[in-house]
């Protein structure tokens, strides 16, 4: 039987690097696995680039779900009792699965391995190490002990993947750190403190760039959904309060972008309340006036 199971979510892949994010599994020093490419409804010829790949099962979904619901389409159909999700932006270093297998199959209480990256260009050049411990006041950090736990440099035990259900496709973004969240627990996680994947930045990422509706729902709901593990008086709750200030301060920005000034002033009241001695959000509000 197969040993791990890499799911490559796509969509319109022809553009955005998914051949290299391939031959980068292709080219891994552990053979013994299978690729599995979720094609998230492209409007380009992604199909028939991966068809002409040998070895690599191709699924095509009807509709846009986005990369949650297409890794969830592919964490179905891996037949091994390993999974690693590699987004199309990016590389593996070609030992990833070696050695993050090698750490975690003997290692029966762990839920995973994760290591460290690589932030690159789009000509793969090295912008910053980037290392997977992050000890921020964040909920998203306090929840998962400070591993950060990037999907594309991460191996997880399946058995403990679908236990939890998977990634919440109802979440537009963050949807990674959730699932962490979920997994998390004393002794579950691994960390290797060596950078074997590139995470690649440019224009199109869908974590960058001004927040959009779109993404202020996924962290609203984000919010929303932890908010009971943020106990009174803990250093969780704390973060969660910091965390609603900056939502709103964003939600405040996305409205005054779209000349919605009412609603700005509301989104920055709800900041203030979080944070009240927050000079940017006051100054925000006050422009809001003017502008």
């Known amino acids: ?54 070895h690599v099962r191709y699924l095509r979904r009807s509709q846009n779900g986005g990369q949650a619901a297409a890794r969830n389409t592919g ?87 679908d236990a939890v259900g998977g990634y919440d496709a109802q979440l537009s973004i963050w949807e990674d750190m959730d699932l962490a969240i979920r997994l998390y627990g004393p002794d579950r996680f691994i960390h290797l403190p060596k950078p074997l994947y590139r995470h690649r930045l440019y224009g199109h990422n869908a974590s960058r760039g001004i927040p959009s509706r779109r993404a202020l729902e996924g962290r609203r709901r984000f919010l ?31 409205h005054l972008r779209t000349h919605e000034r009412e609603q700005a002033r509301d989104a920055f009241r709800s900041s203030l309340r979080h944070q009240p001695l927050n000079v940017k959000t006051w100054s925000r509000l006050v422009r809001s006036y003017f502008v």
Not at 34 to 39: K, N
Not at 111 to 119: A, I, M, P, W
Not at 130 to 152: F, N, P, W, Y
Request: aromatic share 8%; glycine share 6%; with cysteine.
């Open 75 to 161: 964490a179905n159909l891996a037949q091994g009792p390993y999974l690693a999700f590699l987004d199309q932006d990016d590389l593996w270093e070609p030992t990833f699965l070696e050695e993050t297998l090698g750490i975690l199959e003997p290692t029966t209480r762990a839920t995973l391995v994760h290591c460290d990256g690589y932030q690159v260009d789009e000509q793969n050049k090295i912008l910053e190490y980037d290392a997977a411990m992050k000890h921020t006041g964040s909920i998203t950090q306090l929840l998962r002990g400070g591993h950060d736990v990037a999907t594309s440099g991460t191996l997880f035990r399946k058995a403990c993947f």
């Open 1 to 54: 039987m197969t040993q791990v199971s890499v799911v490559i979510p796509a969509y319109n892949g022809t553009s955005r690097y998914l051949e290299q994010a391939i031959q980068s599994v292709l080219a891994q020093t552990y053979a013994d696995y299978e690729i599995i490419v979720v094609d998230d409804a492209s409007t380009d010829d992604t199909g028939g680039l991966v068809r002409k790949i040998p």
């Open 224 to 254: 929303e959904k932890h908010a009971a593990a943020c106990h009174s008086g803990t250093a969780e709750a704390d973060a969660l309060s910091s965390d609603w200030a900056v939502y709103y301060a964003d939600l405040g920005k996305h």
